[in-house]
């Protein structure tokens, strides 16, 4: 079965920091990943997905992750947090043909001014 | 071009009271999906459609059920509410093949069962 790790429950950050939101993934075969956010009482909001290829993709609003197989890990990052970015990550994975996600717990990210 | 659309947004049952929450798309997509989410839980799957006429179960399939008799809607029934599916509801739906994977989201709904 698959399965997403997202170790950290709850991340403080300064504005103008470094992020990296970590997730790591079970699946038997070549996974496909996302990475969602949640702003309060909002719906979810697709960030970047991996699906093959290159194993850096970019998604919208300056955020990166990078895919390491060997170490079944697909981690967020962003180079400089605005305000703006404080909300909940969701790390998921699906198997492609099966259409199912299964998401992480969450990661809550709050950003001090 | 509304995308996915939930309502009610918010709703307080009794215990033992039935309810279905709606969920439609104008997008055309052939997979839709509900979802439940928990405080420290994320999101977790109760059942999905890859097309009308279609439907399975998630991971949490108890106490719901789900019927796909046009593209645009998937509605969510629960039959007998229990203050455990006290929850924030999803529902979100997607393209077939390889982008069925990249599922769009409703703004949710809050549902609070007593």
């Known amino acids: 079965a698959q399965s997403v790790t997202q170790p950290d429950i709850h991340i403080t950050v300064s504005e103008g920091a470094s992020l990296e939101l970590r997730c790591n993934y079970s699946?038997?075969?070549?996974?496909?990943l996302f990475w969602y956010v949640q702003s309060p009482g909002q719906g979810l909001q697709l960030l970047l997905k991996?699906?093959?290829?290159?194993?850096l993709v970019q998604g919208i609003k300056g955020f990166e992750a990078e895919f390491k197989r060997s170490q079944s890990s697909f981690n967020l990052r962003k180079p400089s947090v605005h305000w703006s970015d404080a909300a909940e990550y969701f790390c998921?994975?699906?198997?492609?043909?099966?259409?199912?996600?299964?998401f992480g717990k969450g990661t809550l990210l709050t950003v001090n001014p | 071009n509304a995308g996915v659309t939930q309502t009610p947004k918010f709703q307080v049952l009794k215990t033992g009271q039935s309810m279905t929450l709606q969920c439609a798309q104008d997008?055309?997509?052939?997979?839709m999906s509900w979802y439940r989410q928990d405080p420290g839980m994320g999101l977790r799957l109760i059942h999905y459609?890859?097309?009308?006429?279609?439907?399975d179960q998630g991971e949490v399939p108890n106490g719901y059920n789900v019927s796909r008799s046009t593209t645009e809607d998937f509605p969510l029934r629960l039959l007998s509410a229990a203050p455990s599916q006290t929850s924030v509801y999803f529902c979100a739906s997607s393209y077939s093949g390889a982008e069925a994977n990249i599922q769009y989201f409703g703004a949710g709904t809050r549902l609070s069962v007593l």
């Open positions: 459609s890859v097309g009308a006429g279609i439907t």
């Open positions: 991996y699906f093959s290829g290159d194993t």
């Open positions: 998921a994975v699906s198997g492609g043909s099966n259409y199912k996600l299964t």
């Open positions: 699946y038997g075969a070549t996974p496909y």
């Open positions: 997008m055309n997509h052939e997979y």
